[in-house]
């Protein structure tokens, strides 16, 4: 069955650092997405992706953030400086069309922000 | 207003016994998706069952069915017959067609499964 794969599946860095999150949709979809789930707590939308361009984010994807798709097969999320309350799980995921239920998450990328 | 709401944060059921995960939710927009995610300790979510708006029978995928009552707002996951690999957190949640593509989450349910 397609998968979402995301790498690394941890990631530790020092406060202030940028990190970049890795991501591979399933190959034929055409939304991507980035979600977070802070431990313990409900998983929060960041930012949907179509057509190479942002079609929606949050209040919480703020300017220290940014998403790139710099090939056919990568989705990417950039922390440019990192805090502690980043620290959180951080989930890709992709769809085939826009509402389709068929929402494949990957299994996630913990971030650790010392 | 909360859009998605679990009040249950943790629920026992013995195993083979069913169990039914509460989760009401709140909207205007009368086209909209409701979705059951598992989470074991590992931390991947993992699709479980879907029901639309419009779907006139609720939806089933195995041990899973989603108990809909769409005038009360709720959308119950009830699993039968429960294995100890069920133990895991649950997220109820819910995509709004005229709102945007995001999914907004519950806080979720821890279900523990006992021998």
């Known amino acids: 069955e397609p998968e979402v794969t995301q790498t690394p599946s941890h990631q530790v860095t020092q406060m202030g650092q940028e990190v970049i999150l890795r991501c591979v949709p399933i190959s034929n979809h055409l939304y991507f997405y980035w979600y977070r789930q802070i431990l313990g707590q409900k998983v929060e939308f960041l930012v949907s992706?179509?057509?190479?361009?942002?079609?929606?984010k949050s209040e919480i994807f703020d300017d220290q953030f940014s998403v790139e798709r710099p090939d056919g097969s990568n989705f990417t999320l950039k922390i440019r400086s990192t805090k502690l309350e980043d620290s959180a799980m951080y989930f890709c995921a992709s769809s085939e069309v826009r509402f389709n239920y068929g929402y494949t998450f990957g299994s996630g990328t913990r971030l650790t922000v010392v | 207003a909360q859009k998605i709401t679990q009040t249950q944060p943790g629920m026992f059921v013995q195993e083979k016994e069913a169990v039914t995960l509460d989760c009401t939710y709140d909207t205007s927009d009368p086209s909209y998706g409701l979705f059951w995610y598992k989470q074991p300790s590992s931390g991947e979510m993992i699709f479980l069952i879907y029901?639309?708006?419009?779907?006139?029978q609720n939806a089933t995928e195995g041990r899973y069915s989603l108990n809909f009552q769409k005038a009360r707002k709720s959308a119950n996951l009830v699993i039968s017959a429960s294995q100890l690999g069920d133990s895991a957190m649950y997220f109820c949640?819910?995509?709004?067609?005229?709102?945007?593509?995001?999914?907004?989450f519950g806080t979720g349910t821890s279900l523990t499964v006992i021998p």
């Open positions: 992706f179509y057509n190479n361009e942002i079609s929606e």
């Open positions: 029901q639309g708006s419009y779907d006139q």
């Open positions: 949640a819910m995509r709004e067609l005229g709102t945007g593509n995001q999914f907004y």
